[in-house]
């Protein structure tokens, strides 16, 4: 369940993490859609009117939004920004223009990096903690810095944005790897807990789960026929059911203009996702159980690389109007293959599969192994504490036997709050007081009254009850000293 909610959780982040840094960087303003379908031309820009950036999924999204709100108030680099082509601020030339900024917006950028650093000196001085007395992987730590020159954490420097920029195109560029690799994960979980489950029945009960596993692939498979993504015939059903458009009225610079909703003139990836909800809804259901949603998230993920890697030429990961048309023109774009959905894959072979439970059973014996340890702490723990449980009251027995024994005797103890009176030196002569003691311990052991007296240090812990015990016995043994000397 935790796994399945690692991935239900992260197969709605990359919906957010659509626009690579570049396009943070040049995508400054735009005006908030309300498209008439029927015009494409769209409004005027509002001066100062921005669209709200998407979130990246970077650890560090905050920081690299502040950071360009800040640089967008600078006239000059501003400029700059529009008129940069992508291989300008990915080789880090657009970085050196920082230097011609005004003193304030550099200002501003030193505190912003000032407080970055702060914030990661500790979350990383907090997990160094929680290692406590375990290894520690330095390096993994320094990576948290990648996005800005640590060895000067007071001022922005070109180096600081050069490294920003870098370090958020290549963490966006690895997402999408690091969610394929999950969503394997995934599917070889639930492959392994299908297994886990048929080991635990009978030989009926199992022909009769596996036959209805099998049933549910077979009605999962039931579905109409999915278009190639980024076709024609893909796009028309587009114009079609979504826009409401005449199919025979399709134009591909109108649909481009329809679709770029925040009108900034590129298809991101969160736009381009959105082309292929209508695919997908002819495979996936939320309202059926043969139908996996995480599923469905990783073949969106696949749709919106296949058609990057068609149309985008400059592999800035966004689409120009350009990039489109010519798309457009190929044959690919009228004739294309057909297209395999995830169930007609084969998402992971028989020995990856025995790898990922090999490593679930390393870890299954690790957290064993722990907890068998903290079982063998708790037990200790508890018999340290029946021992002294124990000691208290053996103890507490002993002074109660005492007690009864002088009531017998009537000569009951003196009150907590009086002072211990002594019968006059002339009645009752006696040596020093360790005398006193000893012999009131072998009188009272004679009696039966008392344990002897090695036992009764023996029993005696060196604990604030033990020393409080060690007081009565005291106490009640030189009450004892005047019967000694009649």
């Not at 560090?60 to 501003?78: A, G, N, P, S, W």
């Amino acid at each position: 369940m935790m796994m399945l909610f690692q991935m239900r959780w992260r197969s709605i982040l990359p919906q957010q993490c659509v626009l690579l840094v570049i396009c943070l960087l040049i995508n400054l303003e735009a005006v908030p859609i309300d498209v008439d379908k029927t015009k494409v031309q769209g409004e005027p820009h509002v001066e100062g009117a921005k669209i709200e950036t998407p979130d990246t999924g970077l650890y560090y999204d905050e920081y690299l939004k502040q950071v360009i709100d800040v640089l967008e108030t600078d006239k000059h680099f501003r400029e700059k920004l529009q008129t940069a082509d992508i291989e300008e601020i990915k080789s880090g030339k657009l970085s050196k223009e920082l230097d011609l900024v005004s003193h304030h917006v550099r200002t501003r950028l030193d505190e912003l990096k000032r407080q970055e650093v702060a914030r990661l000196r500790m979350l990383i001085k907090a997990k160094m903690d929680s290692f406590q007395d375990t290894g520690i992987d330095h390096q993994a730590l320094l990576k948290q810095f990648e996005h800005l020159n640590h060895h000067n954490p007071d001022t922005f420097e070109s180096k600081d944005l050069d490294m920003l920029i870098k370090a958020a195109t290549s963490d966006l560029e690895n997402y999408d790897k690091t969610r394929h690799d999950e969503f394997k994960k995934y599917e070889m979980m639930k492959e392994h807990e299908r297994r886990e489950y048929l080991r635990t029945l009978d030989e009926e009960k199992r022909h009769e789960e596996e036959a209805k596993y099998e049933e549910m692939k077979k009605k999962h498979g039931d579905h109409p026929k999915v278009n190639h993504p980024g076709s024609k015939d893909q796009l028309k059903e587009v114009w079609e059911e979504s826009d409401g458009l005449d199919p025979n009225d399709f134009d591909p610079k109108t649909f481009f203009k329809l679709h770029d909703v925040n009108n900034d003139g590129f298809l991101d990836e969160q736009e381009l996702e959105a082309l292929f909800t209508k695919e997908l809804e002819k495979v996936y259901d939320p309202k059926n159980e043969e139908d996996d949603m995480v599923e469905m998230e990783e073949e969106r993920l696949r749709m919106r690389e296949h058609v990057m890697n068609e149309i985008d030429v400059n592999k800035d990961r966004l689409v120009t109007l350009q990039e489109f048309l010519r798309a457009t023109e190929k044959k690919e774009f009228l004739e294309p293959d057909s297209w395999e959905t995830l169930d007609q894959q084969q998402l992971f072979s028989e020995s990856e599969l025995k790898e990922f439970e090999s490593h679930i059973l390393q870890q299954e014996d690790e957290l064993k192994k722990k907890a068998e340890d903290l079982q063998k702490q708790k037990e200790e723990l508890q018999r340290q504490h029946d021992q002294l449980q124990a000691q208290k009251q053996e103890l507490q027995q002993v002074v109660q036997q005492m007690e009864q024994k002088r009531l017998q005797q009537g000569s009951p103890l003196s009150e907590p709050a009086e002072e211990l009176k002594f019968q006059p030196p002339g009645e009752h002569p006696v040596g020093n007081a360790q005398n006193h003691l000893a012999a009131a311990s072998l009188y009272a052991s004679q009696q039966g009254e008392l344990p002897p007296a090695s036992k009764a240090v023996h029993m005696v812990p060196s604990t604030p009850v033990g020393l409080l015990s060690s007081s009565v016995f005291l106490l009640y043994s030189v009450s004892y000293l005047p019967s000694l000397h009649k």
